[in-house]
């Protein structure tokens, strides 16, 4: 049987990425994320830009390196169109375009928000494929979103955020709490060892299946400020606590808004993905919900949770499968729609 190679190029935010698929197979994925950020305490638009310029040919180079195999050999190359900052995805825009005219194969265009979810299908082995129907929770510091997947490219979002994404919920917490960005990481780390239900935060009243998280940003610097003006070592003293709590409230409003959507849709697969999807006690949520609500849920590898081009180079692959190509007319589109 002939074999598929596609190469997938990612630079939507801040990680310069490219991988190698063959069939739906992982021969290499490459991710350079941009340390410049850190001291902003979030990613700058134009650093961003200027660091994937830099980075863009060696990650590329590396990523058909440890496939094993050379530019020659690839079958058609798939990046990421958008949505994300214009200036980032520019770059892998034109090199992808750039590099397909010159090696004249297919250019195929993929959708980052279908990308995060189509990170299911990569063949690898201990781990399942979801099922159409299923109900995809795709939680970043970019986005959150509820979707109902029909098809590899039918999918609906049926609820998300109205203001911040689940991953500026953790790491403006953290920054409240003195952490370094991006701080998601760290409230996970300590909540570990803390008392979950050692302080109460409230749940946001949003309606439907949507999302709101800046309220509960508010209501724990509130809270913050006025333990440490009775006691200024307040975090220091509590500070597993306080990740606990704050984690477990995410945790809970995530699982109340899915336990909604499996009643409202009849769906009882759910498939995880994004940065924050890393979070241990999501995970563990998660997998509990299989015993406790009957649901089959499915928590990717870590590494095609973040944002990386394994999964733009499997959706490209479902792409290439039916021919649904782009034109050398296409351009990166910072707003699309699922
Ligand atoms: O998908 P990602 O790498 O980039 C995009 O935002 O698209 O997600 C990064 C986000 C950050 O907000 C980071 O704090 C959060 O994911 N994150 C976590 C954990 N690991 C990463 N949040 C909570 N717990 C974690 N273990
Ligand atoms: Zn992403």
């Known amino acids: 049987s002939q074999k598929i190679y596609i190469l997938g190029i990612e630079s939507s935010c801040d990680d310069t990425a490219a991988a190698v698929l063959c069939n739906g197979k992982i021969l290499s994925n490459v991710v350079a994320t941009q340390e410049v950020h850190k001291k902003y305490g979030g ?45 980032s995805l520019l770059v892998g825009t034109s090199f992808a375009k750039s590099m397909a005219l010159g090696l004249n194969i297919p250019l195929i265009d993929v959708n980052h928000m279908q990308a995060h979810i189509l990170a299911h299908f990569i063949e690898e082995e201990g781990f399942d494929k979801p099922e159409f129907p ?122 109340d808004k899915m336990k909604k959507a499996v009643k409202q849709t009849g769906i009882r697969q759910i498939a995880i993905g994004g940065g924050v999807s890393a979070n241990s006690g999501i995970r563990k949520t998660l997998k509990e919900a299989e015993k406790k609500y009957g649901w089959k849920t499915f928590i990717p590898k870590f590494e095609y949770t973040t944002d990386n081009a394994a999964m733009i180079a499997i959706a490209g692959h479902y792409k290439y499968l039916t021919g649904d190509f782009a034109d050398m007319e296409v351009t990166a589109k910072a707003r699309i729609k699922m």
């Open 43 to 87: 990613v700058v638009p134009e650093l961003a830009s200027r660091a994937h310029q830099q980075n863009i040919v060696p990650v590329i180079h590396e990523a058909l390196d440890r496939a094993g195999i050379t530019k020659k050999d690839l079958t058609a190359i798939a990046f990421t169109r958008g949505p994300g900052l214009m200036g």
């Open 134 to 255: 299923f109900l995809a929770l795709t939680i970043s510091g970019g986005h959150t979103q509820v979707v109902k997947v029909s098809d590899y490219f039918e999918m609906e979002v049926i609820g998300q955020t109205l203001d911040d994404a689940v991953g500026e919920a953790f790491d403006k917490s953290a920054k409240i709490l003195g952490l370094p960005y991006p701080g998601g990481p760290l409230v996970d780390k300590y909540a570990q060892q803390g008392n979950p239900k050692a302080f109460q935060f409230p749940k946001p009243k949003v309606g439907d299946l949507n999302f709101s998280f800046s309220g509960l940003k508010t209501s724990i610097l509130y809270f913050i400020q006025k333990e440490l003006k009775e006691n200024p070592d307040f975090i220091s003293q509590n500070l597993e606590d306080i990740c606990a709590s704050i984690q477990h409230t995410i945790i809970n409003i995530l699982m």
